[in-house]
């Protein structure tokens, strides 16, 4: 019974490189989201996605991309890593209806460190 | 759009004394509410919730909260503290796709 699994757990990325965060969830939700935390500001929404083939924009979406291919997995990649992009990533899931629905279960996060 | 404060970026109490951790929300109708938890490296854990109903919510670990729509608050209660409750504690609101969190509040428990 895992949840939510990321990897990897932490991260240094040279500026300009690119990395993809990998996230699988095995509850069968339909929903799934990355966020970012920086410190002293909460967690921010990156990208979601309802389903398979259907991906949209959060509060900060920009310098990511994300794809879902499959119910389980939910990439998120960094196409050239900034300063500005360091920060711990978390990936959530929950039942079809979101958030005000059902439970959100959240992955141990991703540390990444952009230098 | 939803949004949500906790005033409070630290709070220190001595361990057996009670904490109260403070939440504002802003939301256009009834909202749905949620208090985490997430210790050092850790992600985010789900102390309580509300959605309709009683206002006074509780949780697991000894924790409750009050939803006070006349003030917009949704504070979070125990009513004594144990050292193992140190971490951060972050209030949410939920939307359809989105859950907006506050910058949270951490709690450090004195011996």
């Known amino acids: 019974n895992a949840g939510v699994t990321q990897t990897p757990k932490f991260r240094i990325l040279k500026i300009g490189q690119s990395m993809t965060l990998q996230c699988t969830q095995d509850?069968?939700?339909?929903?799934m989201y990355w966020y970012r935390q920086d410190p002293g500001m909460g967690l921010k929404l990156i990208y979601y996605?309802?389903?398979?083939?259907?991906?949209d924009k959060g509060e900060v979406p920009n310098g990511y991309n994300v794809s879902r291919s499959t119910t389980e997995d939910f990439p998120l990649r960094l196409e050239l890593a900034a300063p500005s992009q360091t920060s711990v990533y978390f990936c959530?899931?929950?039942?079809?209806?979101?958030?005000?629905?059902?439970?959100?279960?959240f992955g141990q996060g991703t540390r990444l460190t952009v230098v | 759009a939803q949004s949500v404060t906790q005033p409070d970026i630290h709070i220190t109490v001595s361990e057996g004394a009670s904490l109260e951790l403070r939440c504002n929300y802003s939301?256009?109708?009834?909202?749905?509410l949620f208090w985490y938890v997430q210790s050092p490296g850790q992600g985010l854990q789900l102390l309580l919730k509300?959605?309709?109903?009683?206002?006074l919510v509780q949780g697991i670990k000894g924790f409750e909260a009050e939803f006070k729509r006349s003030q917009s608050s949704f504070n979070l209660r125990k009513p004594s503290v144990h050292w193992s409750d140190a971490a951060e504690y972050f209030c949410?609101?939920?939307?359809?796709?989105?859950?907006?969190f506050g910058a949270g509040t951490r709690l450090t428990v004195k011996p």
């Open positions: 959530a899931s929950t039942g079809t209806g979101g958030f005000m629905n059902t439970e959100a279960f």
């Open positions: 509850m069968n939700h339909n929903y």
């Open positions: 996605s309802v389903g398979a083939g259907i991906t």
């Open positions: 939301y256009g109708a009834t909202p749905y």
């Open positions: 509300y959605f309709s109903g009683d206002t």
């Open positions: 949410a609101v939920a939307g359809f796709n989105d859950m907006r």
